[in-house]
């Protein structure tokens, strides 16, 4: 017997892990939406429609056609996901074997962590999730390319001086994949603001490049006396582009107030000095998603919410 599929009437939405909190409050405060719904485990279905379009950051992939599926064995699971596309990736909440058993029949999807730099493919990949042994929800169309809208790199242990490189890692790859832009090489000339420990003047620095680091505190002992390292303590947002520029990439993961990166951010693209920026936005206490806009508005640029980020959204720019 062949499985039965019907249209599932409303989108889902899978929030990043520990961050259903944050999730619900940008339902509440950016889109006005209750947030009430059904709950598949972690995985949201609405009563209130989001705007056509939208996708919350903290969402790490939304459902946008999603189907009920209805079968008997496993090979009609699979049928019916290989009749709609070939890349699938599950969400398993309940019925984990019957799940693994689904995947196996299925194209293989690399799940696990994998080395950087990641070719994110440019193409949505399927979800899907058992409600129980013979009832499924699936979309083909996501919001994400990545296996339930996660990169998992593999990690160095030993030799990053901080976990935040990660961060730079994932939100470069993000970038070649967004914007089609070259990682930083051993050409390149970088700015780190607020470098210290150090992690992402190391992600740089084994890329090849040349590194700027600014920081009121030094960096690791490991970086400092690097020949691609230049290491000033200062504060790194009063210098000005045309006194120590141009760079290929300025990043920053300072900890300041949204507002003040703003203005840093648009200073530095109006200067001509940088077609390249990666940024951390920190946010405090309750979100001023006006102020978010304004950073998603800046043209060549996007904001996301980063598998490694924390309470925490990235803005990356690359113009020609």
Same mark, same amino acid.
């Given at each position: ?8 009437p409303k989108k889902l939405y899978l929030p ?10 940008? %339902? ?21 429609? %989001? ?7 903290? #969402? ?16 009609? *699971?699979?049928? *019916? ?55 499924? @929800? ?12 996660? @990169?998992? @790199? ?16 994932? *939100? ?10 070259? %990682? ?5 000339? #970088? ?14 620095v084994q890329l090849g490049a040349s590194v ?10 490991? @970086? ?54 990666? #940024? ?16 998603? *508005? ?19 720019? #690359?113009?020609?």
């Amino acid at each position: 017997m062949s499985a039965t599929v019907e249209p599932f009437p409303k989108k889902l939405y899978l929030p990043f892990p520990e961050l259903t909190a944050h999730f619900d409050d940008e %339902l509440s405060q950016r889109f006005g939406n209750s947030g009430e719904g059904t709950s598949y485990g972690e995985l949201r279905a609405l009563d209130q429609s %989001l705007p056509e379009g939208s996708v919350p950051y903290w #969402c790490r992939t939304a459902m946008l056609e999603p189907y009920l599926v209805h079968f008997d064995s496993i090979k009609d *699971a699979s049928d *019916a996901l290989r009749n709609m596309q070939r890349s699938w990736a599950p969400y398993a909440f309940t019925c984990f074997r019957r799940i693994s058993l689904i995947q196996e029949k299925l194209p293989h999807v690399n799940v696990k962590p994998r080395p950087f730099p990641v070719d994110i493919p440019n193409s949505p990949i399927g979800l899907y999730t058992l409600l129980d042994e013979h009832t499924m @929800l699936c979309s083909a169309k996501t919001s994400s390319p990545l296996p339930c809208g996660t @990169l998992s @790199l593999v990690e160095d242990h030993e030799n990053p001086p901080s976990r935040a490189y990660l961060k730079l890692q994932e *939100a470069l790859c993000v970038a070649r994949n967004r914007f089609g832009v070259d %990682l930083p090489h051993e050409k390149s000339r #970088c700015f780190d603001a607020g470098a210290c420990p150090g992690g992402w003047t190391w992600v740089l620095v084994q890329l090849g490049a040349s590194v700027f680091a600014v920081d009121r505190s030094p960096l690791d002992d490991r @970086l400092m006396n690097l020949p691609q390292v230049e290491f000033t303590a200062h504060d790194a947002f009063t210098f000005e582009p045309d006194d120590i520029g141009p760079f290929d990439w300025v990043c920053s993961d300072v900890i300041c107030y949204p507002e003040r990166l703003l203005e840093w951010v648009k200073k530095w693209i109006a200067s001509g000095k940088t077609k390249r920026m990666i #940024c951390t936005i920190k946010l405090q206490g309750s979100t001023d998603w006006n102020l978010i806009s304004q950073f998603a *508005a800046i043209p060549d640029s996007i904001v996301l919410h980063l598998s490694y980020n924390k309470h925490e959204l990235t803005f990356i720019h #690359c113009s020609e």
